[in-house]
């Protein structure tokens, strides 16, 4: 098998008790052929002591005292020397397989850009299992990233050809659905297609950034008009888009426990149901 160099981009802050997991899983995968880009982001914790501990050469931490996300996969961006490039969250881990099976698929397929797989979400310790996502979608990306479907994205979940990126950033105004967004812009530069094997495991635990349902309504509500603005929506794709908005958070905010949220919501959607 071909085996060229990925470049495995995890931005790092204040994670001092998953880091040394989501580094060890890297370290576990069967492809070996990859490089590691930790992302220090300002940490108040053993952060960039513990990334600091792995004495691989493949290995590399970066230092940025500029907040955010999207700043610090950006820097991973700039410094990338793999002709693949995938993401790794550092409180999140890869499966044993997850480099493997992604570069297998693409060196069967040239005319492939971004690969996926299945996603398991999972709580805090990694105990429970919460929720499963597999991928249904192949070809061009571009339009279904503009939907709010599941059908081609469930997160920072892609492995990239590099020369797919065109000079393309993360937003680093968004501080939710910037990975949504980035996948946008890179999405017309070539087709989209998803391994069988699981390639991501997300860890959910209290305080991250999806915790915050009213910053996440706020982000989904800036993705929609921002598609509407590229001409992504016809007035039946708009009425489409805004009653599944309205269905995601009922949903959620009926979840959370909270019902007056919830109800908001389920009069929306009713209402874009009727229109």
Not at 68 to 82: P, Q, T, V, W
Request: proline share 4%; net charge positive.
């Amino acid at each position: 098998m071909n085996e060229p160099l990925v470049s495995v981009i995890m931005p790092a802050r204040n994670v001092e008790k998953y880091i040394c997991d989501a580094i060890q899983s890297v370290l576990n995968q069967s492809y070996q052929n990859w490089e590691l880009l930790v992302i220090e982001n300002d940490s108040q914790d053993r952060t960039s002591e513990l990334a600091r501990s792995f004495k691989d050469a493949r290995i590399r931490i970066f230092q940025t005292s500029s907040a955010g996300l999207s700043n610090a996969r950006n820097i991973g961006l700039d410094n990338a020397a793999g002709s693949l490039i995938c993401f790794l969250d550092a409180d999140d881990q890869f499966p044993i397989n997850s480099i493997a099976s992604r570069v297998q698929l693409l060196n069967d397929r040239p005319d492939v850009m971004f690969v996926d797989g299945q996603v398991d979400v999972r709580n805090y310790d990694l105990k429970r299992l919460t929720q499963t996502w597999k991928p249904s979608f192949r070809g061009n990306p571009y339009f279904e990233m503009g939907l709010l479907n599941p059908r081609c994205f469930s997160g920072i979940t892609w492995m990239i050809r590099k020369n797919a990126l065109h000079g393309e950033k993360f937003d680093n105004s968004w501080t939710h659905l910037e990975d949504r967004l980035f996948f946008l812009s890179i999405a017309p530069n070539g087709n989209y297609d998803f391994v069988e094997e699981k390639v991501y495991t997300i860890r959910r635990r209290p305080g991250s950034l999806m915790a915050n349902l009213k910053a996440l309504e706020k982000a989904y509500k800036r993705f929609m008009k921002h598609a509407q603005s590229l001409g992504m929506y016809d007035e039946i794709t708009k009425r489409i888009e805004q009653k599944r908005f309205h269905r995601m958070f009922y949903r959620t905010y009926l979840k959370r426990m909270q019902p007056l949220k919830a109800s908001k919501h389920l009069i929306q959607r009713l209402r874009h149901g009727r229109s």
